[in-house]
């Protein structure tokens, strides 16, 4: 049986309510990428790959560590659903959890993409980002976040008992599935929370709940990572188009992602070296 709430209010609520804040994961002594040396060696740089992601569908690509890739706008806005794996092992991801626990909701140049346990280093380093003027605006909206899921199919039936097959959960699962020549069943364990390129998103102030508005990509916007391990990349374009109003659904106008792979020339990351895996020695108290 749900019991009401009591209607009660301490008398030293607004003492409590004023406490300061104290930062989950101070971030002095977390390693730091240097851009300088990413965005010198990114210069000379030659495009080796690409992949147009259709509207309401999704497509892999892979990149060597030291190497860069870009995901753009190329027709309209549109916003896409990122995940990312170890190319070696799938067991090794993208952490959206921690990530934001350590650079915050939202990301842009110079945050991280760190992967899970036991592992937990960092997959790519975001070096350049076209939307970094947008900040955070009246409503506490910002771009790239790393606190949605991905738009899938079981919240879709939930709320409305359909049952429609182009989420960005199914995309991410059926491309997985083609690059790695596995069934749906063996390839949807490894689809996991995404990194929603060019989404705008936030908490309402009152209630707490996520909130998407129209984002502000336009063709010829993107966001560039360099790869600091051997990664594997799927990206889905959301069939809620630019997140105006709606996802998962097919009246939204959707729009292609364009993907491209660029490759260093000789020295020009002299001195880098691609991280290890996190050094905790995994005896957890025995």
Request: charge should be negative; charged fraction near 20%.
């Amino acid at each position: 049986m749900t019991r009401p709430m009591p209607n009660y209010i301490p008398d030293d609520a607004d003492q409590r309510r004023a406490v300061a804040p104290v930062i989950c994961y101070p971030t002095e002594t977390l390693p730091t990428p240097d851009l300088a040396l990413y965005r010198r060696a990114r210069e000379g740089a030659e495009k080796i790959a690409e992949v147009v992601v259709p509207p309401r569908e999704a497509a892999t690509f892979r990149a060597r560590a030291g190497q860069f890739f870009r995901i753009s706008s190329i027709e309209g806005p549109q916003v896409g659903d990122f995940n990312l794996w170890n190319a070696h092992d799938l067991s090794e991801r993208f952490y959206s959890g921690k990530t934001r626990a350590l650079h915050g909701t939202h990301l842009g140049a110079g945050a991280r993409m760190w992967s899970s346990f036991p592992h937990l280093r960092p997959m790519a380093t975001i070096i350049d980002d076209t939307l970094g003027w947008y900040g955070i605006d009246e409503y506490g909206g910002s771009v790239h976040d790393v606190i949605g899921t991905r738009c899938d199919p079981y919240t879709n039936n939930l709320l409305s008992g359909g049952q429609y097959h182009h989420c960005c959960h199914s995309n991410l699962t059926r491309a997985l599935a083609d690059e790695l020549g596995i069934s749906l069943a063996e390839a949807e364990p490894h689809v996991h929370d995404v990194l929603n390129v060019f989404m705008c998103t936030g908490f309402t102030r009152d209630t707490g709940q996520y909130f998407m508005k129209a984002s502000p990509v336009r063709p010829g916007d993107y966001l560039e990572f360099f790869a600091e391990i051997d990664v594997l990349g799927a990206l889905s374009a959301c069939p809620g188009g630019d997140c105006s109003a709606e996802h998962s659904s097919d009246t939204a106008a959707c729009h292609p992602l364009l993907v491209e792979v660029f490759a260093t020339k000789g020295d020009a990351l002299k001195g880098w070296r691609s991280p290890e895996p996190n050094g905790y020695d995994r005896r957890h108290g025995r």
